[in-house]
């Protein structure tokens, strides 16, 4: 089995104003031996079309950069190691890592 694709769900409010913010993470395996990627696109009140970011699949340290802008944006706050690691192990099954 391989996992292609994971969606993210978050929900947060911002100066009294209830938002709904969601995140598509899925691997796109390079082609014509470009490098392996994973693509997040984050869907926000602000960016309903989404915003995309390309992540490189070989890299942790980058995984992990994009696991704490996760967090950030879908929780609503700067979490805790704890709480990016969540994000960060769910990226990690997209990985190469």
């Known amino acids: 089995m391989r996992i292609t694709r994971i969606d993210f769900e978050g929900r947060h409010e911002i100066n009294g104003q209830s938002g709904h913010w969601c995140a ?56 805790s190691n704890s709480e990016i690691n969540d994000y960060h192990r769910e990226l990690l099954r997209l990985s190469n890592c």
């Open 24 to 79: 598509t993470a899925q691997r796109r395996d390079g082609m014509h031996n470009g490098p392996d990627i994973i693509e997040v696109t984050i869907l926000s009140p602000e960016s309903p079309d989404g915003r995309k970011h390309y992540v490189n699949a070989d890299c942790e340290d980058d995984i992990f950069s994009m696991a704490e802008c996760l967090q950030s944006q879908l929780d609503g706050y700067t979490g």
